[in-house]
């Protein structure tokens, strides 16, 4: 196992000191106040694409040397990575692990221990959630490109004006295309896309990109747009936790909330420049209800679909309804009968992939696949052995405790079987640098990876 020296280090960008008053009549001035701090402790926090990023920091008060009221409108680069063998480390640009601005600023003051900064940092997919209600003058329309749409959108979105011209497309992403072109004539017809009044502005964006079948999230300073095959599929590097090498916990459990919740799918057909779409159950089946909306039937599938909890997912470039509806059932199927949530942790940064190659930790997102598996060797060993008793006597020896070894030892053949490829719900990288025996783990929260393509992942040996 290599020897980890985690380091980290946050650069503020603090605006124009001064009292709130004196910056707000300076509020044309662009000057700015590099900090450079290096906190105690930090957690970061990565969501799904609908939610921000979040960044906590704790700062030692004289390493800041700034009353926290100064500090509300800040801009947050976070650096982490692993010093050499000497402990020397200089953040470079491939270790910048967070960018955002700070959302909340305290003094933390505590008998016996040093009085710190704390700081609460969002990314920015924040500043999109929170431009709500969404202004009508910043509503793109259904003639927009994909970067018309974004900059008219940012433009309605106080504090994201440095992401206007940040929009990148991965994969097969025509940005040239009308976002209005796979809907109806009689849409189009309205000129301005069809939003609730209640709409934030990354739920504007969203639907804007949905409407042709893609996903975007923030990542960094720029707002990325892929495919949503990039959310369901593996990457081409899928990193490898295994049991009895590189997990400290491991935890897995069933979840039955999604049995009866019903899938719905969309697809945009570039042939016919057509959205299709797919329900299982069917729309007005009970499988599917989460609350009466009346005791008289509803009068039309939209109003059905109020009243049923389903998911809803993106599958591109189906174009045969048949085979869209066959997926969906498939997928409901494969839900109801072994949905798995699972979380782990790991004191490592890198780890091995299933590609044989290397896979930095620090790096790892939501929708990432992901490999959590028992330790190949002690999988095989136990199968080959023939009673539960030497099975469990052999776990304990390799340091498994004895309820772990237990299960394991009574399921060997079935988690032999068991796919262990997931995909990442979200993670959680922490560091405590206050203490001289400092701290560092990667908490990462899995759920069943949905194969849209109909594929499947091979067993792991």
Request: aromatic share 8%; with cysteine; proline share 4%.
């Amino acid at each position: 196992m290599p020897l980890y020296r985690p380091r980290m280090l946050a650069m503020l960008t603090v605006p124009v000191l001064g009292t709130r008053e004196q910056r707000i009549r300076q509020a044309k001035s662009t000057d700015v106040v590099r900090l450079e701090v290096r906190p105690r402790q930090a957690r970061i926090d990565r969501q799904d694409h609908n939610q921000a990023d979040t960044l906590e920091l704790d700062i030692d008060w004289m390493e800041s040397g700034i009353d926290p009221r100064l500090l509300d409108d800040t801009e947050v680069e976070f650096y982490l990575a692993n010093a050499d063998e000497f402990g020397s480390w200089g953040p470079g640009e491939t270790e910048l692990r967070f960018l955002g601005h700070a959302r909340n600023v305290t003094n933390e003051m505590a008998e016996g221990a040093p009085p710190a900064v704390h700081m609460t940092c969002v990314d920015y997919t924040s500043l999109f959630i929170m431009a709500k209600p969404f202004g009508s003058s910043g509503t793109p329309l259904y003639s927009d490109t994909l970067e018309d749409a974004w900059r008219r959108v940012v433009s309605q979105t106080p504090g994201a004006e440095v992401l206007k011209d940040r929009l990148l497309f991965l994969g097969d992403v025509d940005k040239s295309t009308q976002i209005g072109k796979a809907v109806p004539e009689r849409f189009r017809k309205a000129g301005k896309v069809h939003t609730k009044p209640d709409s934030d502005a990354w739920g504007v964006w969203q639907h804007c990109v949905g409407m042709l079948g893609l996903v975007s999230w923030i990542d960094l300073d720029a707002c990325i747009v892929s495919t949503a095959t990039d959310l369901y599929t593996g990457q081409t590097t899928t990193p490898k936790l295994v049991w009895g090498r590189n997990i400290k916990s491991w935890e897995e459990s069933r979840s039955g909330y999604l049995a009866h919740k019903g899938i719905a799918l969309t697809s945009f057909d570039t042939e016919t420049s057509k959205v299709i779409e797919s329900f299982f159950p069917p729309i007005g089946d009970p499988k599917a209800k989460k609350k009466r909306i009346g005791a008289k039937k509803a009068k039309s599938d939209a109003a059905a679909l109020q009243g049923e909890d389903r998911e809803y997912l993106q599958v591109p470039g189906i174009a045969d309804q048949a085979w869209l509806d066959t997926m969906a059932e498939r997928i409901w199927e494969e839900r109801s009968r072994q949905e798995m949530t699972g979380r782990c942790t790991t004191a490592e940064m890198k780890v091995s992939t299933m590609q044989q190659g290397e896979f930095d930790l620090l790096n790892l997102k939501a929708g990432d696949s992901i490999e959590v598996s028992i330790d190949p060797a002690d999988r095989n060993r136990l199968v080959k052995l023939g009673s539960t008793q030497e099975r469990v006597k052999y776990l304990t020896r390799r340091g498994y405790s004895s309820d772990a070894a237990e299960l394991i030892a009574k399921n060997a053949e079935i988690i032999a079987g068991l796919p262990s490829v997931f995909m990442v719900k979200s993670c959680q990288i922490m560091l405590d640098v206050s203490r001289d025996d400092g701290t560092f783990e990667i908490s990462i929260e899995y759920i069943n990876r949905i194969q849209l393509d109909g594929s499947a992942y091979e067993k792991t040996t």
